[in-house]
């Protein structure tokens, strides 16, 4: 019986581990080889496949760059390090880079479950809590969700984890070594996402909070020091390259705050405070987030010290963000963790005050159902093949070679060009760019909310992703027409946005009416992403992530038109 009791623990973490990877490397390969996630196209990847050729400084600091080093290695693991012959197999097909790069990521968020669940054990000194918590953190919707991409959301959670273990070291023995763990944890999970900084209030909070008799003031020196060492080791041109650190950060502040102005076309009308609450509820999951409250609301009234340590964090992190004018669910992934903890804590306390034995179970099975049904149904989705690849099949058999076409701006630029066989040569063989079609330029445009702006030269300024409605009216139909622009394949995660704020762009509204009446075009093809249970109206969760039952497979709705008149007869 001790030697089970012996191995209980260590296997119960690797089946937490095991169970939370599965998850999250389902559907792990969705979309590729095109990248349809805008910041995972921009971003982590291809800075790391750019460092083979320019060096270690990332030459951008508005996402930290610990993940793309890890990322740059596991490429120089995989192709070596001549630059030609990782750009040349990136170029070829980033298939293999992006699957990699996300099983990483989804290694990264599976490691922070165990060690989420060992922090908690230590902590509250009850492994049974430990467990709960890392459950929870395993099959939450958000991080498996996160864990399928090549960002940096997902990772950071496993270095804050291991920072978590050493505020529980410090609390229940306030030894050196768990300030210096609590310290070289959260340096790289600030070196992978800026977030997780609040988390310094948490180590300051064990410190102070700890019944046990030490110096805190020498330990905190002890977590700060390291913390600093950490941050600069996974990130040295913070301090190599300040300027642009600096700068980039104030960007990266100012994006938060939505201070460069614009907002969001389609952003939910709502405060960031109410937004948030709602995203915990499908995110974390209704009962997790409400025994997370309640298990808040436990430590206040019978353990003060472990309330000063868990809850400043997310409050602060969570007033910060709701009095944003930007708000995204996975700009709260860093609390994640803890929320886990309150809500294990409150189980196993309700379970106590009522007793039966068999209560701890139940109810932690019931707090897991919501998450883990959501997360496998979101795992079948991504597996299957995406909408704006039934599209791109469609139009390989039915739209010739070196076309013209109109995107909306649904997929990446690499969309029109065939992975592996760039088509180069004059029409009918190519398009002399490497495209199979000849896109429309939508990324540009003089027309902007109504009004033709004024331009210096002969380009039209550039347009960001979430602008393109504000560039349509009715008339730019003609203008694709007499350019011979003949096709136009058109998704809701653009037109979606128009009709979710319909007064912020009514040319865009008479746009898409003309573009349904039958003088101006007939539509040849659709796909949907959604079964039965109907349409999931735009949001910037549900029309990018497959939370709601109603998705069958990834991707937008889409629809082609075929123009008619003038040049398109």
Known sequence: ????????????????????????????????????????????????VGMFGHGWNPDYFINPPA??????????????????????????????????????????????????????AKLFDDKRIGLIAGALLAVAFLPVHYSHFALND??????????????????????????????VGLGLAIATKYQAGIVVVTIVAAAFATPVVHN???????????????????????????????????????????????????????????YYLKTFTWGFGWLPSLLALGGMGALIARNRRLALLLAPAPILLFLYFGNNSRFFARWMLPMYPILAMLAAYAIVAVSERLKPRVLVPALAALALLQPLVFSVHNDVVLAREDTRMVARQWMEQNIEIGTKIVVEPIAPDQWAQDVGHPLFGEPPLGTGSGNRWNKYPTSRSCF??????????????VIKLEDYERTLRPGIIRSYVDGQFCWLVSGSTQFGRAFADPDEVPDALDYYAALRKPENATEVFHVSPYGERGRVPFSFDYSFNYYPLAYERPGPEITIYRLHGGKCA
């Not at 623990?9 to 996630?37: D, E």
Request: proline share 5%; aromatic share 10%.
């Open 1 to 48: 019986m001790s030697a089970v009791r012996k191995y209980a623990w260590p296997a119960a973490l690797v089946g937490l581990f095991v169970v939370a990877l599965i998850l999250r490397l389902v559907g792990h390969k969705t979309g590729l080889p095109y990248v349809y996630n805008a910041d995972e196209n921009a971003h982590f990847v291809p800075r790391a």
């Open 154 to 183: 997902a990772p950071t959670l496993a270095p804050l984890a291991l920072s978590l273990i050493g505020v529980a070291g410090i609390y229940r023995t306030g030894r050196t070594r768990d300030y210096v763990l609590a310290g």
């Open 448 to 461: 902007f909310n109504g009004k033709l702006r004024v331009v210096k030269g002969r380009e039209c300024p």
């Open 67 to 120: 993940f793309t080093y890890v990322l740059h290695v596991l490429f120089a693991l995989k192709w070596g390090t001549d630059p030609a012959t990782v750009g040349g197999a990136f170029a070829a097909d980033p298939t293999d880079a992006f699957a990699l790069a996300r099983a990483a990521s989804a290694f990264l968020g599976a490691i922070a479950v165990p060690l989420t669940a060992i922090a908690a």
């Open 216 to 274: 805190r003031i020498r330990g905190l020196a002890f977590a700060f020091g390291p913390m600093l060492l950490a941050f600069l080791i996974a990130n040295p041109y913070a301090l190599l390259d300040r300027h642009q650190f600096i700068d980039d950060l104030q960007k990266q502040t100012s994006t938060a705050a939505g201070s460069e102005g614009g907002g969001k076309l389609g952003l939910a009308n709502t405060s960031g405070f109410v």
